[in-house]
């Protein structure tokens, strides 16, 4: 499975983006993330969501972000409203099982 990831893009303080990651393959009954990294930084969990479509979510997003999944499509999904400067990072889709992370792709939140 390979995971491409789209959607990022400069975006002033309060704006929205959808990213979205398309796998090569099925995603199977994997649990799906986001993480993100800002320059500098570690990476950081940013929302998952499980095959039963229980999601979880980093405190510093649980009420701006929304993950979702269309296992058919073999997406997902994040919906990113209220952007805010610290959302500034690079975002990576992730799958669980089998453990396989895309390339990326650059959010920057600036006026």
């Known amino acids: 499975v390979q995971l491409v990831e789209s959607g990022g893009g400069l975006v002033q303080p309060g704006g929205s983006l959808r990213l979205s990651c398309i796998a090569s393959?099925?995603?199977?009954?994997?649990?799906m993330a986001w993480y993100r990294q800002a320059l500098g930084k570690e990476c950081e969990f940013v929302a998952d969501i499980s095959s039963t479509f229980r999601t979880n979510y980093a405190e510093s997003v649980w009420d701006r972000f929304t993950i979702s999944r269309v296992d058919v499509q073999n997406t997902i999904n994040l919906q990113m409203n209220s952007l805010r400067p610290e959302d500034t990072a690079v975002y990576y889709c992730h799958s669980v099982v089998p453990s396989v992370w895309g390339q990326g792709t650059q959010v920057t939140v600036s006026p």
């Open positions: 393959g099925s995603f199977g009954t994997s649990d």
